[in-house]
Structure formats: C-alpha cells, structure tokens
C-alpha cells in the first residue's frame, strides 16, 4: 500500500493550534507595548505640564511689585506682569492665583489700574493652569514685626512683598483622596520684596 504525499487532519490541526497560539501571545505582547507606551506618554505629557505650570507662576511671582491687596492661605494676590505676548499694551496687572469649584489651579487677571479710574474696570479674564488641584497652599516669609526675623505666615502683607512665597499644590487622587504623586512645592522670591 502506498501513502499518499500530503499532510494528514491531525497534522493539520496541530500545525494551526500551535499558530493559534504565537498570533495569541504576539498579540498580547503588541497590546501591552502599546499600553506601556500609552502610560509613558502620559507620566511625560503630565511632567512637562508641571514644569510649564512651575515656570509660568515663578515668573508671575518674581516679577510682582507692591501694592496689591494681603494674601490668604488658600489664594494669592499679585500686581504683576504678563508678557507682551499675551497682554498687549496692559502688561501690568492685578492677579490672582487660587482652586476654583471645578479643581482647576486658575489665574484670574485684569489690566492693572493705578490711581483714579477714568473708565469702568476691564472684565477679568480667567485661565486655567492646571486641572486635578484640590487645594493650594500658600506661605509667605516675612517679619511680624519691622525688626523680627522672618517666619512663614498663612496671611501675606498688604501693599508690600513678602521676602519669599511658597505655593504648595495638593493634587487629587482616585476617590478624591490626595493623589500619590504630590507637585512639589513652589518657593520663589519676588524682586522687589519689601516687607520688612
């Protein structure tokens, strides 16, 4: 008797389970490449918005100037600038820096008005800097007293500057609890500091 050349069914069945398998683990492997990619991308994407939102409040900070209303423990007050880019011919403004109901870090400003008003005041424009914020902190350093040393404070003076302001965002986590990568804290010193 003479067999035929040619593959059997159980040969065949063994050959396309064994495929069955690598195109099952390939895909596994692309699907969690993607999924490690997907995750990368987002910790950097969030990382470099840290850092933008970092430098956008160090440089509001650093450029105030006197005579804006006393700081709180949960918003700060600056008379400061903005860049050409984004102001125009307003580049001196009166900001404020808090959380809002939505948990968002914002900057509400609008164009600074020295003196007496001649025209009714500008409707203040609203940016959001950051999103998943529930609470900021702030801390100013300066003297209680004019020759005191100088000691964090939870209220900042009115009118001047205080030596260094620090700005602490508590994020939020799943279930609304603090989340498990806190931003770091924010220390900058405004050039014109005069509380003394």
Do not use: C, K, N
Not at 52 to 76: E, F, K, N, W, Y
Not at 182 to 188: G, K, N, Q, S, V
């Amino acid at each position: 008797m003479r067999r035929e050349a040619g593959f059997t069914l159980l040969e065949m069945m063994v050959a396309l389970v064994v495929l069955g398998l690598l195109l099952v683990g390939l895909a596994q492997g692309i699907g969690f490449g993607l999924g490690t990619y997907a995750r990368q991308s987002a910790v950097l994407a969030q990382a470099g918005r840290q850092v933008a939102v970092d430098r956008a409040l160090r440089r509001l900070i650093t450029q105030a100037r006197p005579g804006q209303a006393a700081g709180s423990a949960h918003a700060l007050h600056l008379i400061t600038t903005l860049p050409d880019a984004v102001a125009g011919h307003d580049r001196w403004i009166d900001a404020t820096i808090a959380v809002d109901r939505q948990h968002d870090l914002v900057l509400t400003w609008s164009p600074h008005r020295a003196g007496v008003a001649l025209r009714p005041a500008a409707t203040p424009q609203v940016e959001r800097l950051a999103r998943g914020v529930r609470r900021l902190d702030v801390g100013y350093w300066w003297p209680r007293t004019v020759f005191g040393a100088p000691v964090w404070q939870t209220r900042g003076p009115a009118g001047g500057l205080p030596r260094l302001i620090r700005l602490r965002l508590v994020g939020i986590g799943p279930h609304h609890r603090p989340a498990q990568a806190p931003w770091p804290d924010l220390i900058a010193a405004p050039a014109l500091a005069t509380a003394h």
